[in-house]
């Protein structure tokens, strides 16, 4: 082989070399970028995997409105998270900022900066409770409503037949017609929704209680048996006592006696009861004064609760056609005026003096 032909491969050899390191430079030149960037998404990604920087639970608001990078600038602001570049640009690719529902969110210190983005999509935001109590009137439950600012006030009335309007009852008058229960709602709730999942909890609770009346009950209809129930309600706060109540109740409406229950009378005189109940508040007659009318007054006095409701519909007839407070948040109950007199002569009229209405 001649040394020119020997040259000429080396060359060529040299010359293809050469072109291949050439061509894996510019192939690192080219990728290096994009390994670059995966480099530093696998970075963020892990980054935020990390816990984010709260000690106990704090309640964030997502505005209504915000969009994912404001929300990330905030969350950074208020140095929950290390980093809003990466918590907007990852949440951009997984395309949180399409998803995110406003409202009040717990972020609790076992969730991780990436845990966030799930959390603002799931909608499950903080939750109250507003609680209305067994025996308390419409008014009351109005009142209750100041003092959760969360809540939307939109009734601008105290009118319980208005108020049944308002809420669609069918009933005309909206007194004892709300379920005495905890009731939770999340910021933003109106007054008009709470009430009205109370309302419906009190017809579903009635229906129930209706659906299982002892054959010895004397109301006629849910709704009396609500009336009475009202008040048992506002007669005692004794469970085992409640049936009992009821029971006379009952016998006085079989003989067709007066009920002759001071609540009644209360709730008649409206605003200008000032606490203290009189004989000339016994005489005044009003809708309510069931020592002035037969049978049960024309609504509700108060909201009953479960138990008295069902007390109204299963009474215990006992025989005893009266009772009287002992002033320890019990009664006595007596078959006979004459039994009930001694008895009022004993605890009425020489009143303990730690003398009390309830238990």
């Known amino acids: ?97 399409r998803q995110i529902k406003a409202g009040e969110y717990w972020l609790r210190p076992d969730y991780s900066e990436m845990g966030l983005y799930p959390l603002f999509i799931s909608g499950h935001t903080a939750e109250y409770t507003i609680t209305f109590i067994e025996g308390w009137k419409l008014t009351e439950i109005l009142d209750e409503f100041q003092h959760h600012p969360k809540i939307v006030r939109t009734i601008d009335t105290q009118d319980p037949v208005a108020l049944a309007e308002l809420l669609e009852m069918k009933y005309p008058h909206a007194e004892g017609l709300i379920f005495p229960d905890t009731y939770a709602y999340h910021r933003g709730s109106t007054d008009v929704e709470i009430l009205s999942r109370a309302y419906n909890k009190m017809l579903s609770t009635l229906e129930a209680a209706w659906a299982n009346k002892a054959d010895r009950a004397v109301v006629k209809s849910p709704y009396e048996a609500l009336i009475l129930a009202s008040i048992i309600e506002k007669e005692t706060s004794v469970d085992e006592e409640r049936e009992i109540i009821a029971g006379v109740f009952t016998a006085r409406l079989n003989k067709r006696m007066r009920l002759q229950t001071d609540p009644t009378v209360i709730y008649g005189l409206g605003e200008s009861f000032t606490g203290n109940l009189t004989r000339a508040h016994l005489r005044q007659t009003t809708p309510y004064n069931t020592y002035r009318i037969n049978g049960l007054p024309p609504t509700p006095i108060a909201m009953p609760g479960k138990a008295s409701i069902e007390a109204a519909l299963n009474p215990t007839l006992s025989g005893a056609l009266y009772f009287v407070a002992r002033g320890d948040g019990t009664h006595a109950f007596s078959k006979s005026l004459e039994e009930h007199n001694r008895a009022v002569r004993e605890y009425q009229l020489n009143r303990r003096a730690d003398y009390r209405s309830t238990k």
Do not use: H
């Open 1 to 97: 082989m001649s040394a020119k032909k020997s040259n000429s491969r080396s060359t060529k050899k040299s010359r293809s070399g050469f072109l291949k390191r050439l061509a894996l430079v510019c192939a690192l030149l080219v990728l290096a970028p994009a390994f670059a960037a995966l480099g530093f998404a696998y970075q963020a990604y892990t980054a935020l995997q990390a816990p984010i920087a709260v000690s106990e639970p704090v309640l964030f608001d997502v505005r209504r409105g915000d969009s994912l990078k404001v929300l990330a600038e905030r969350l950074e602001s208020q140095e929950i998270i290390d980093s809003a570049f990466w918590f907007y640009w990852i949440g951009r690719y997984k395309k949180i900022d």
